[in-house]
């Protein structure tokens, strides 16, 4: 039996690991199959940016570029190809796919790498419910291409041939802790602290007057709601509270909430989608108070990409949404860590 201790590149080893790993290869060339049948045009947004993202609890690689001038500049790896493709929308692209590499500092572990693929794609002038439609159709065909009929990771399973389940995060937090989210959220969509606090410590969960809302309402889904998501089949936890939706735009029927989704199966988030915000002002404001709380707790804060922001004028709407490929294909061949799926995984340091 192969040493699991052993480095992967050991030829004993790397004969356990290539049956997955020629898997993920078959995966993404029918998931490329599928996204070109439906008119997506593959895209190769570069890395490196002015900006890694503006999202309080994500967190950068940084390094410095060398002008011809020898002067310095700090440029980071992005964290999503998401602000170069929306500059695609802007310049015209309706329909835009791409793998991306993508690098996350201080995210280590079964399911994370620090550097790992995303799948990320937008639909210009069309509902963000699409995407919901597109991220089925490819848990089916990951499914298959692998020759599977259930999705798994570890204990648990998922049939992605089930309809999914569907649910707003304020009917996941009422039906999985008790808890009236809602109620903690004022008309225009600013958070109640002390009002979801005091909800939190009704139901037995630890809270502080240190906590921020956000800090709390991360707490519950953790502890209570994750678990239960796609248990069985599919979940699709939608409509997130505004304030946790930096790039999202309002529901038309209440300010307080978003056009976000999640998706889960095997209990592992798998995709983040969006109807995106395309207002300039609005998503600044948005990045401010993010920037702000990234500032509070880790000491200090990421440039804006004003190229960004000026692009969001010119884009149309659409929706798009950011899928872990790698988690994917974890959970459509069985592997228990994310370094299983990945050719050559990030050195331990």
């Not at 356990?16 to 996204?35: E, H, T």
């Not at 940016?49 to 001038?69: M, V």
């Not at 700090?74 to 500059?87: D, G, I, N, V």
């Not at 439609?133 to 259930?150: E, F, I, K, S, Y």
Request: proline share 6%.
């Amino acid at each position: 039996m192969t040493d699991a201790n052993s480095p992967w590149w050991t030829p004993e080893r790397h004969a356990d690991r290539r049956p997955v790993l020629l898997a993920r290869n078959r995966i993404q060339a029918a998931l490329r199959g599928w996204l070109a049948g439906e008119g997506f045009t593959e895209v190769d947004p570069v890395a490196l940016q002015i900006s890694p993202g503006n999202e309080a609890h994500l967190h950068g690689f940084a390094t410095t570029a060398i002008g011809n001038d020898g002067a310095p500049r700090p440029m980071y790896l992005h964290t999503s190809p998401e602000f170069a493709m929306k500059k695609l929308l802007a310049a015209g692209e309706t329909r835009i796919a791409a793998f991306a590499h993508v690098w996350r500092n201080r995210e280590r572990g079964a399911l994370h790498s620090p550097e790992f693929t995303m799948l990320e794609w937008y639909r210009a002038g069309e509902a963000y419910t699409v995407l919901m439609d597109d991220c089925t159709a490819m848990l089916r065909l990951a499914a298959q291409t692998a020759g599977v009929t259930l999705l798994r990771y570890r204990d648990r399973t998922c049939d992605p041939f089930l309809a999914p389940e569907r649910l707003s995060v304020a009917e996941a937090f009422l039906r999985y802790a008790g808890i009236d989210l809602l109620a903690t959220v004022a008309a225009d969509g600013s958070p109640d602290a002390d009002a979801l606090r005091a909800a939190l410590v009704a139901t037995g969960l630890r809270a502080t007057t240190d906590d921020t809302w956000s800090d709390m309402l991360s707490r519950v889904l953790v502890a209570k709601v994750e678990p239960h998501l796609g248990q069985g089949r599919i979940t699709i936890l939608d409509r997130y509270p505004i304030a946790e939706a930096a790039l999202a735009r309002p529901t038309a029927d209440d300010p307080r909430e978003a056009e976000r989704f999640e998706l889960y199966a095997c209990g592992v988030e798998l995709a983040n989608g969006f109807g995106e915000l395309t207002n300039p002002a609005e998503q600044r404001r948005r990045f401010g108070l993010e920037m702000d709380e990234k500032q509070r707790v880790y000491g200090h804060r990421y440039p804006l990409d004003e190229d960004f922001l000026a692009a969001l004028a010119h884009m149309p709407p659409a929706s798009g949404i950011a899928m872990g490929f790698d988690r994917l294909v974890m959970l459509a061949t069985a592997a228990p860590r994310i370094d299983d799926v990945i050719w050559v995984p990030v050195a331990q340091g």
